[in-house]
């Protein structure tokens, strides 16, 4: 199978292979007495119209293989660049048939790309956007993950290595359960307190992992008040 540096410098190559037999039918095709201005515009734009399309459609065929954030950014490239290839062409098409002057065209053709590129920058803008919003979003909801799965391994550790200590377990059940209604937060503050009573929780599991340590209910009862008060305090934050 081959990698996909190799297909990148295929599609370089046929990219070029394009530009060249565009040229060569040019001046095949034209006689050098119609190698005027609007003749060298024509060429130019329908170089820009091929080199538009054709990575676009390398692109579309690599890149949508799985979801991505760059989908909804490739969709708007792809009407924008249909709409600029199609009034491109039927602009160089009236320009032949119309014989249309030279700035006329120039100054069309001009604005049809400035029109496209800024099209282009807006999708780009907005893709770098959502890749920023998923980003935050993954960063918050990991932080959470990450406290209900220290709760969720703390209950299983009562369970295993102290199951008479039913009452310690009730509490870190009853934390477990309000952390399953928080909701994921960027606040700061959100943040700490979530970090505080991971570091509470996994200090709960230290104690039980060591058989030297005294489970006596006093030190217990300490981390648990503490957790329970950076929890309420969790639950108070609802800025995102």
């Not at 870190?172 to 970090?195: F, G, M, N």
């Amino acid at each position: 199978m081959q990698s996909k540096s190799q297909i990148s410098r295929l599609f370089v190559l046929l990219y070029f292979v394009g530009i060249a037999l565009i040229i060569l039918a040019f001046f095949l095709l034209v006689s050098p007495g119609w190698r005027i201005h609007c003749a060298w515009l024509d060429l130019a734009v329908v170089c820009v119209v091929f080199s538009i399309n054709f990575p676009l459609l390398s692109i579309w065929r690599i890149g949508t293989s799985s979801f991505n954030a760059k989908i909804p950014a490739l969709s708007l490239l792809g009407l924008c660049d249909l709409l600029y290839s199609c009034l491109a062409l039927g602009l160089l098409f009236c320009g032949v048939n119309y014989a249309l002057p030279f700035r006329i065209q120039l100054v069309c053709q001009m604005g049809l790309l400035f029109a496209g590129t800024t099209v282009v920058a807006i999708a780009w803008r907005s893709s770098a956007h959502a890749n920023d919003v998923a980003a935050e979003e993954q960063s918050t909801r990991s932080g959470l993950e990450d406290l209900k799965a220290a709760l969720s391994n703390c209950e299983a550790d009562f369970s295993t290595k102290a199951p008479n200590r039913n009452r310690e377990r009730q509490l870190i059940v009853k934390l477990k359960e309000d952390a399953r209604y928080l909701s994921p937060s960027l606040d700061p503050s959100a943040i700490s307190h979530e970090k505080q009573i991971v570091a509470l929780v996994d200090e709960i599991r230290l104690r039980l992992d060591d058989p030297g340590a005294p489970l006596t209910p006093s030190p217990l009862d300490e981390l648990f008040e503490q957790c329970a008060n950076l929890m309420a305090l969790r639950k108070q934050t609802f800025d995102r």
